[in-house]
């Protein structure tokens, strides 16, 4: 066994990339309270204070450190394709979020709720919606990318619904608590270690 340092102030996981190649059977959608909204060119602060609700708990940080310029050519690309789940006052509460720019592929690029309606089934039915999506005329294949800072039950979700593992890999990066783009309490059970506080 071996073990590899991580720098200090960065934080280390496991990612795990799972992927689906056969349409899965046609479902009918699990009833919800909530509706699914398409986002045609969301603004970027929109986008992003609702990627932070639903992934501060996980630390999502990706599309915060984004330059603005390359945030923008995703959102306004067509192939990208972003929903926002929305309760009946129009309250964003989950978000999906579909990738079609590799052709005859779609990556399931995000899908969460915030986070007091984890664990209450809405994820189920968010992922009924991004297959019935994902999976249209010239798709061969869905894939999605998961971690160990994600919640705990994540990997087997996606497995649940019929995506299998095909890569496993390592990813370091600077820890986003430390450099301000999520906010120091997030994500609680990932310890922060800090170089410039000294024990």
């Not at 899965?24 to 932070?52: I, V």
């Not at 209450?120 to 798709?139: C, D, F, I, T």
């Not at 990932?190 to 506080?197: I, S, T």
Request: aromatic share 10%; charged share 20%; hydrophobic share 40%.
């Amino acid at each position: 066994m071996s073990l590899t340092p991580v720098p200090g102030g960065h934080v280390a996981t496991i990612v795990t990339a799972l992927e689906m190649t056969q349409r899965p059977p046609a479902r009918p959608l699990p009833p919800s309270p909530y509706m699914l909204k398409r986002w045609h060119n969301p603004d970027s602060d929109r986008y992003r204070t609702l990627f932070t609700r639903v992934g501060a708990p996980w630390l999502w940080f990706s599309r915060l450190v984004m330059p603005a310029t390359q945030l923008r050519a995703i959102l306004d690309d067509p192939l990208v394709e972003v929903y926002a789940m929305i309760d009946r006052a129009g309250v964003e509460l989950g978000m999906l979020e579909l990738d079609f720019r590799e052709s005859g592929a779609c990556e399931l690029s995000y899908l969460a709720v915030v986070p007091e309606l984890a664990g209450k089934g809405h994820g189920g039915w968010l992922m009924a919606n991004a297959l019935g999506l994902g999976w249209r005329r010239g798709v061969t294949r869905m894939w999605v990318h998961t971690c160990t800072l994600d919640h705990p039950r994540a990997l087997g979700f996606y497995i649940r619904h019929g995506f299998m593992p095909f890569a496993r890999s390592i990813e370091t990066f600077a820890d986003p608590r430390l450099t301000a783009h999520l906010p120091r309490d997030s994500a609680p059970h990932v310890p922060r270690f800090d170089p410039a506080v000294r024990r």
